[in-house]
């Protein structure tokens, strides 16, 4: 198991549910499936990185800081004399490498050479490691999980891992020999204390709650055609059924990302969820599930 798990970054989260609930420009619907492709990469990696068996630390995720200078490890793995740190990429199709950039075969469309980001990342870290007193040796690699990518004119002593030599690079990880002492469980909690939640607000569209779609919308195709039948809600687009208590927390758990501002109250959740006419059926769900302080205008959750 890692020692610090990933979790879906904010931003993606929020931005799943504005595409649900907004009509989003082509450039944020290309946003969103970059974000969420990348995300899915790093999860495969984790995948991977989950079955190593010898001795070492899994730290997935890092937003660190330095000099107010901010960086990203995709993942880092700690082991008795090495740090490997991992950018993770999930690209697809044939790519041309040049120094400025990677340019697709394809669509002709260029992106960042990976390589700066890694070395500005390893630059930084190793800096945040000797102001934290520590002197490890530190490895850094790009792999590219996609299966279905090739990259031309890479020379082979770039710290590029291709899909064809991740096999390999488990066995190598595998192999690292010593074992993490109590100085490398102190590293990795100071890290862990050191991570920073990444604010999502400059890189969302605007939106305000008005122009959102309410509605609870079905858990299977993500339409907003369900309606309830009893104890469930049913999809009138792909036939899935759940649990109404179910649909609605999931549906508060949305409002909630989106709005934290704003109060949780019954009327504010009818209104969320639309199709739940009965106060009393969403006050049973809100008691059942959240703390509330009595206000005069009634009662509100948290
Ligand atoms: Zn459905």
Redesign the pocket.
């Known amino acids: 198991m890692a020692f610090k798990e990933r979790v879906e970054p904010i931003i993606l989260s929020k931005l799943r549910v504005l595409n649900k609930r907004l009509e989003l420009s082509d450039e944020e619907k290309r946003y969103l499936s970059n974000l969420d492709k990348g995300y899915q990469g790093e999860l495969q990696f984790d995948s991977l990185t989950g079955t190593l068996t010898n001795s070492c630390l899994i730290l997935n995720e890092l937003l660190l800081e330095i000099e107010k200078a901010t960086f990203q490890i995709d993942t880092l793995i700690i082991f008795a004399d090495t740090l490997y740190i991992f950018e993770i990429k999930n690209n697809h199709g044939d790519y041309l490498y040049k120094q400025d950039g990677l340019t697709s075969l394809i669509t002709g469309a260029s992106i960042k050479n990976p390589l700066d980001q890694l070395n500005r990342t390893k630059l930084l870290f190793k800096k945040l490691l000797n102001q934290l007193g520590y002197n490890f040796k530190l490895q850094g690699s790009v792999v590219f999980i996609n299966p279905e990518f090739t990259l031309y004119q890479a020379q082979p002593d770039l710290p590029f891992i291709f899909p064809t030599q991740i096999k390999r690079l488990h066995n190598h990880l595998n192999n690292q020999p010593g074992k993490v002492s109590t100085n490398h469980y102190k590293l990795a909690n100071k890290l862990v204390s050191l991570h920073q939640i990444e604010s999502p607000s400059n890189k969302l569209p605007n939106f305000h709650y008005d122009e959102l779609t309410k509605g609870i919308t ?1 858990l ?2 993500e ?1 907003f055609s369900v309606e309830t039948a009893g104890q469930q809600i049913f ?1 009138k ?2 036939g ?1 059924k759940e649990k109404v208590e179910l649909a609605v927390l999931r549906s508060i758990d949305e409002f909630r990302l989106l709005f934290p501002a704003r109060p949780i109250t019954t009327p504010s959740i009818k209104e969320w969820c639309n199709i739940i006419p009965d106060n009393k059926r969403i006050s049973r769900i809100l008691a059942k599930h959240y703390d509330y302080t009595e206000i005069k205008k009634g009662r509100t959750y948290s």
Do not use: A, E, I, Y
């Open positions: 079905c299977g195709c339409s999809c687009d792909c899935h």
